[in-house]
């Protein structure tokens, strides 16, 4: 079935620092690729995503192209801040009733 | 817009009762419906996936009969645990979205289940 394997961390950077989370999938068909962030307490917020091979998801200065040679939909920003801090979700949306489902999760904690 | 409200954000019950959660599309109308259990270090687990009308369907290892999920309307999903028991406590999670297709899903905001 449909699966999606990320990093699991923790994750600790120093403000300014280059993040990567790396994720990958396993999936029948076409699935479309999701980064979702959650901060403490909360439900999860849509960071970006992607619909098809080669598509690159960004926002708030993170970017994730699909990579369908690879299945990876790696996660990543050049320079992080304090406020980055959260929980950082892969997911895919595909399958059997569409069924959208996450890798366990990456804690990321940025220190100033 | 797309927003999802969910209700209560936290509950405590006494162990061998029912406690219904309710999630709600303020916006939008949500033809699928998902709900998640959120286990500690964060593991977000698919229970179940609802269209609107129709049954919902478990994932594997999930008690149909422990968490009734109804999806009577296109703005309003409901997640019951009968009988709690402290096991149950946790983090539940909603979300929905507009369309039965590989579109993103929009999250509520969560509820925390403590069964004493």
């Known amino acids: 079935g449909n699966s999606v394997t990320q990093m699991e961390g923790p994750v600790t950077l120093s403000e300014e620092a280059f993040l990567t989370i790396n994720c990958t999938y396993t999936?029948?068909?076409?699935?479309?690729l999701f980064w979702y962030v959650q901060y403490p307490g909360e439900g999860l917020q849509l960071l970006l995503k992607?619909?098809?091979?080669?598509d690159k998801g960004s926002n708030k200065g993170f970017e994730a192209t699909y990579r369908k040679e690879t299945t990876s939909f790696h996660l990543e920003k050049g320079s992080v801040q304090v406020s980055d801090s959260a929980v950082y979700f892969c997911?895919?949306?595909?399958?059997?009733?569409?069924?959208?489902?996450f890798g366990k999760g990456t804690l990321l904690t940025v220190n100033p | 817009g797309a927003v999802v409200s969910q209700h209560p954000s936290w509950v405590i019950c006494k162990s061998g009762t029912s406690v219904k959660i309710e999630c709600r599309s303020l916006?939008?109308?949500?033809?699928?419906m998902f709900w998640y259990r959120q286990f500690p270090k964060q593991s977000l687990m698919l229970m179940a996936t609802?269209?609107?009308?129709?049954?919902?369907?478990?994932e594997q290892g999930v008690e149909k009969d422990k968490f009734l999920i109804n999806h009577a309307s296109l703005t309003l999903s409901t997640l019951t645990v009968t009988s709690a028991h402290p096991e149950d406590s946790s983090f539940y999670i909603c979300?929905?979205?507009?369309?039965?297709?590989?579109?993103?899903?929009?999250f509520g905001q969560g509820t925390r289940l403590t069964v004493v």
């Open positions: 979300s929905a979205r507009q369309q039965r297709t590989n579109t993103e899903a929009f």
């Open positions: 999936a029948t068909g076409y699935p479309s």
């Open positions: 992607a619909t098809k091979a080669d």
């Open positions: 997911g895919q949306s595909g399958g059997s009733n569409y069924k959208l489902t």
């Open positions: 916006d939008f109308q949500a033809t699928t």
């Open positions: 609802s269209n609107e009308g129709s049954k919902a369907t478990y």
